[in-house]
């Protein structure tokens, strides 16, 4: 039986480290219990690739079920691969984040990367290893609308500053002293061709592009979110809705990091993933903690605009922002506060909502 302190090398007999690129995965395969090297190989990444790679550890670890696949990149280069040897039964780690000071004077190869990585689980605790999310059903669908919209939104910003500088720079007959409005990209998007000097008349024309790639983009946004809030509807992340501060593009950030019960281990743990644990940043008689600039950024994007909404509209959040501001704490600290608070409280509600779902399909 597994107890909680137990390593990966005293509850794994083999490990197989994989170096994933888009082309080709190398793989390595550790004996566990002296982190002897067995063999490395390279496969492709294509469906009958990556069955030859299974194929060919089983055979080097007599197909013992218990063997620990570590990949690099297991929601990138690696998704299918962590996908397909989970199907299979293995058990399957996100790849250790790796210290490049300490391939000085060794040298890089891929071969190397896979073993590296192989070893440098073997002395880490079984529940702090990094289990890949799920790239199935709604997850997966919400991951793919969200990483979508960031796009697009991107794509919209960038549109909407490069036409701001076109008018401002050539004389087309709008007042852009200020940023334009819907209402003026709206305008600018029905004009029609001038008997005009060419310079203008191009610039006209592109203005005309602009605006209608950015009403376009709207558009699609909203198409967008529609999908997102009914996936979201469906799935664990349906009572985050019902807190001040959460529509369906936040739920689902959360819900696309958390992925599933069992991959975050507890609330600090959660925390930690979000970016928004504290850090200890005390000096002599100052005693404070920072945020943490670390984690996954599009959570704590998702956590950071919760809690500037609950700042602002929420009245208990209000009342207790006034109270730490009155015992000397900044809006970074208190901000700092509420993201924790916001962080425990997802955690708590996804892991309830999973569990009454397991509850209900069992029944």
């Avoid at 995965?25 to 294509?46: E, K, M, R």
């Avoid at 950071?304 to 929420?314: F, N, V």
Wanted: proline content about 3%; hydrophobic content about 40%; some cysteine.
């Amino acid at each position: 039986m597994v107890t909680a302190m137990s390593i990966v090398s005293h509850c794994h007999p083999f490990v197989v480290g994989v170096d994933t690129h888009a082309r080709n995965h190398v793989y390595a395969i550790l004996n566990a219990t002296n982190g002897a090297l067995l063999d490395t190989q390279s496969f492709p990444t294509t469906g009958a690739g990556i069955n030859r790679a299974i194929t060919w550890v089983a055979r080097r670890t007599n197909a013992d079920a218990d063997t620990l696949w570590v990949i690099e990149g297991a929601a990138s280069y690696g998704a299918i691969l962590a996908g397909t040897v989970a199907t299979h039964g293995f058990p399957v780690a996100e790849a250790p984040r790796m210290d490049a000071k300490k391939n000085r004077g060794v040298g890089k190869t891929d071969a190397l990367d896979a073993h590296r990585m192989a070893m440098a689980v073997l002395p880490l605790p079984v529940e702090k290893l990094r289990r890949p999310r799920l790239n199935e059903g709604i997850r997966q669908g919400l991951r793919i609308l969200v990483t979508a919209r960031e796009s697009m939104a991107k794509d919209k910003t960038r549109s909407i500053n490069a036409l701001n500088a076109l008018v401002r720079s050539n004389g087309l007959g709008i007042d852009a002293r200020k940023k334009l409005t819907p209402v003026q990209i709206e305008e600018i998007s029905r004009w029609r061709e001038r008997e005009e000097e060419l310079a203008l008349s191009i610039a006209r024309a592109e203005a005309v592009r602009l605006a209608k790639h950015i009403q376009d983009l709207g558009e699609q946004l909203k198409s967008n979110e529609q999908k997102l809030d009914e996936l979201v509807e469906v799935s664990e992340a349906a009572p985050l809705l019902e807190i001040k501060g959460f529509r369906a593009v936040t739920a689902a950030k959360c819900l696309v990091a958390w992925s599933h019960e069992g991959r975050v281990r507890s609330e600090a743990a959660f925390a930690c993933l979000a970016g928004v644990n504290p850090i200890p940043a005390s000096s002599g008689n100052t005693v404070r903690y920072r945020l943490n600039r670390g984690g996954d950024r599009r959570l704590n994007s998702a956590l950071h605009m919760a809690a500037i909404t609950r700042m602002t509209y929420d009245a208990e959040t209000c009342d207790y922002a006034e109270k730490r501001r009155a015992e000397g704490k900044s809006d970074r600290e208190i901000r700092r506060c509420v993201k924790r608070y916001l962080a425990r409280r997802v955690f708590r509600i996804l892991n309830t909502a999973a569990e009454a779902k397991k509850v209900q399909e069992a029944a």
